[in-house]
Every structure is written in C-alpha cells, then in structure tokens.
C-alpha cells in the first residue's frame, strides 16, 4: 500500500551539477505530476503526464525535463541544477487523464543546490 | 503570479478557536480541493468541493464553496494541537485540467 513514492528524500548539489528525482505510483493511475513548493509560493506545477507517453509544461518548465517511463514512473530531470532551483520537489498522481482530479501526493524530496 | 489567492498567509489562535481560510480565484472555478500539510511531509487530501453552493464537513472542518464558484472558505471549529499546519487549496480553473494550487496558509494552534 505504497501510494506515491518518491526518491531521495534528501540531495544536496552543486551548481552545475545534474540529477534525476525519481516518482513512482501503485494505484494503476493514468496522470502524474511534479510540483516544487517555495516558500510563500504554495506549490507550482513543473510537468505533467495526462498518460504513458504523453508530458506538458506547467507553470515552472525551465530548467528540467521529465520522463515518463511507463504509467508506473515519472521521473524529474535536473541537467544543470542552480540554487534558484533550492526548494522541495512533490510528485503526484490521479486516476483521470483528463481534468482536475484528487491528487495524491508523495512525501517530497528536498534538494538543496549550493 | 498567483491564479489563486490564500487568506490569511499566517494563522495563529488559540486552542479551541475557530478560525476561517479563504481561498480566491479571480476566475470560475470548476473543483476546489482543500489539502492539509503536515511541516516536513507530503500533502493529505481533505475535501473536494465542485457545485456552487456546495457545503463538506470532515470532523471539525468545514469547507464551502460559493454561489459564484470562484471562492471558497476552510472553517475549523474548536481548533486542536492536530489542526495545526499548511493548508492549501488547489483548483481547477476554467477546465484548466490540472490543478493550481494557493500559496498556501500556515496554522499554528496554541494551547
């Protein structure tokens, strides 16, 4: 009964470095998510996957790429991490591959880019 | 800039308060979802409100949606220890299809 499982938990990187945020869901859902949440700035949606080999820009694209590997798996990618890019990364999934639906969320990973 | 507003940012009562959220969009809201996040951890769903009018209630926590569909209100009666942390609501505007969120609200309880 694991949900939404997202790993690491904790990174911490330089600038300039890359890395992959790795989401993956067990509830047979068709749409994925990546959000980042900052401070005073509740969560902003990065990239989104309505279903298997489908991805679009949200409100936040620049900077990272997504993957989605399967319905299972979406992965975040972060080519040249900068510190504006310091926050805490949430990945998401729901049953509906089109429209707003309930979200249910990982338990976030924490990437810290000096 | 933010689709959707949250009032207040920062919340402070005393245990066994009430105390009242409110979440504004500047356009029509097709489903309104309450989240609760614990500090340090994941979002858990609360509520989901999508007809005007529309009341929810979960333990001490009520939840509406209004007439005009385009805010929405999080009340918690008698709050307790267990109410504190961020609130965030999230929607569906305009048929969107996919959900923005607020800026969220930060609940501390005092006892």
């Known amino acids: 009964n694991a949900g939404v499982t997202q790993t690491p938990k904790f990174q911490v990187l330089k600038t300039g470095q890359s890395m992959t945020l790795q989401c993956a869901q067990d509830?047979?859902?068709?749409?994925m998510y990546w959000y980042r949440q900052d401070p005073g700035m509740g969560l902003r949606l990065i990239y989104y996957?309505?279903?298997?080999?489908?991805?679009d820009k949200g409100e936040v694209p620049n900077g990272y790429n997504v993957s989605r590997l399967n319905k299972r798996e979406f992965s975040l990618r972060l080519e040249s991490a900068a510190p504006s890019q310091t926050s805490v990364y949430f990945c998401?999934?729901?049953?509906?591959?089109?429209?707003?639906?309930?979200?249910?969320f990982g338990a976030g990973s924490r990437l810290t880019v000096l | 800039s933010q689709e959707l507003e949250q009032s207040p940012q920062s919340l402070i009562v005393q245990e066994g308060k009430n105390l009242t959220i409110n979440c504004t969009s500047s356009?029509?809201?097709?489903?309104l979802y309450w989240y609760k996040q614990k500090y340090g951890e994941g979002l858990i769903f609360l509520m989901m409100?999508?007809?005007?009018?529309e009341e929810k209630s979960h333990e001490k926590i009520t939840a509406k949606l209004d007439e005009k569909k385009q805010q929405s209100s999080l009340h918690i009666t008698a709050s307790q220890p267990s109410h504190a942390g961020i609130y965030l609501c999230?929607?569906?505007?305009?048929?969107?299809?996919?959900?923005?969120f607020g800026q969220g609200t930060r609940l501390t309880i005092n006892p």
């Open positions: 998401a999934s729901c049953p509906a591959k089109y429209g707003a639906n309930v979200l249910t």
């Open positions: 509830m047979n859902h068709n749409s």
């Open positions: 996957s309505a279903s298997e080999g489908t991805t």
């Open positions: 356009k029509t809201l097709y489903g």
């Open positions: 409100l999508q007809k005007g009018g």
């Open positions: 999230g929607a569906d505007i305009q048929g969107a299809q996919k959900l923005v």
